[in-house]
């Protein structure tokens, strides 16, 4: 039987995959196979299908594919701030992979909460067949515990050294070390011995990877880190945090290109020339050129290249079980030489 599907005031009739299994002369079962790429389904049988598919204008319905074969043809893809630029560019990258597997994408945004984050991923769990949980703020049991569920591809965070990692969790990160140790390079080089850094979340991983790595390098050469909690990593946390730096401080290194951003808004708010009395440092290169003045020096942490190896690992779980994309130093207008009574 069709289904009517009445709208705009028009009726239309919709084909079912009933039918079209039947024009082929194949099982419900196979022509569901052989609609979704099954290699299980020999060359022949699956133009056949096709092509009684598209003389009668089929447009697969993901709920019916889903009862037949019991796969959604969904993932579920998790943000703790879908705003942020450097989640939509992973997101843009993703999806352009996915889709030419014709997977469609639910998105949930956790607004920095991690209590709405697990629940969001308790919604998700019966409607899509991967999740991918980025840069999340849940705990390392909350992770392990949905992936024993169904697989899970776990971006820009990694679970505790030692932690047992289930067979169904994929585990693709941001080596944050690389950019960060030639960022403090790059300062130094400018004379500059005193950094401020604005942190990011308290249960961000990112953040604890960022800390770290500028701890490392600033110890290498001496330099004097001060960290400066920030609420959330947005462009307002960013102006409101200025307002109250020491103004001895020559050099502010931000958890994100955002906050770094609202740093430089204040700046010029209060008369701070960039980079004439105080540098200004990002991360992430996520900016639209142009919008950030002047032009921010950042560390370049490449979401596109993120985003495309977590939807390799989405599509081949097993082969890509971990991976790391590697940040590097842009520098760009809003560094220069440290004062000279600052040095």
């Known amino acids: 039987m069709s289904i009517l599907d009445v709208s705009g005031g028009r009726v239309k009739v919709t084909t079912t995959i009933r039918q079209v299994a039947a024009a082929a002369g194949v099982s419900l079962a196979t022509a569901s196979r052989a609609l979704s790429g099954s290699p299980a389904v020999v060359e022949s049988t699956r133009k056949r299908v096709q092509q009684a598919a598209d003389d009668l204008d089929y447009n697969p319905s993901r709920l019916g594919r889903s009862l037949v074969t019991g796969s959604t043809g969904n993932i579920g893809l998790i943000f703790p701030d879908i705003s942020n630029p450097f989640y939509t560019q992973f997101l843009a990258e993703l999806e352009s992979v996915v889709a030419a597997r014709d997977i469609g994408i639910l998105i949930g945004d956790a607004h920095e909460d991690s209590h709405r984050e697990a629940s969001l991923l308790r919604q998700m769990v019966t409607q899509v067949d991967s999740l991918v949980l980025v840069s999340s703020r849940m705990t390392d049991a909350q992770i392990t515990a949905a992936a024993v569920r169904l697989p899970v591809v776990l971006a820009n965070r990694r679970l505790a050294p030692g932690s047992i990692v289930p067979e169904l969790l994929s585990q693709i ?82 958890f994100n290109d955002q906050v770094a951003l609202g740093v430089l808004s204040t700046c010029r708010d209060r008369g701070i020339v960039v980079p004439v009395n105080m540098s200004v440092v990002g991360c992430d290169d996520s900016l639209p050129i142009g919008l950030a003045w002047p032009a921010l020096t950042t560390i370049d942490s490449s979401s596109r290249s993120l985003g495309a190896l977590a939807a390799q690992a989405v599509l081949n779980p097993a082969v890509h079980r971990t991976g790391s994309v590697p940040t590097r130093l842009v520098v760009r207008e809003s560094t220069g030489p440290a004062r000279p009574s600052m040095v």
């Open 173 to 254: 990160v941001i080596d944050v070390e690389p950019g960060f140790s030639a960022a403090v390079d790059h300062l130094y080089a400018l004379g500059h011995r005193r950094l401020t850094y604005l942190d990011g979340p308290a249960r961000s991983w990112s953040a604890r990877e960022k800390r770290a790595s500028l701890t490392r390098a600033c110890a290498r050469l001496g330099v004097d880190l001060s960290i400066v909690p920030v609420e959330k990593p947005d462009f307002e946390s960013g102006r409101q945090v200025a307002r109250h730096l020491d103004p001895n401080t020559t050099v502010v290194v931000a």
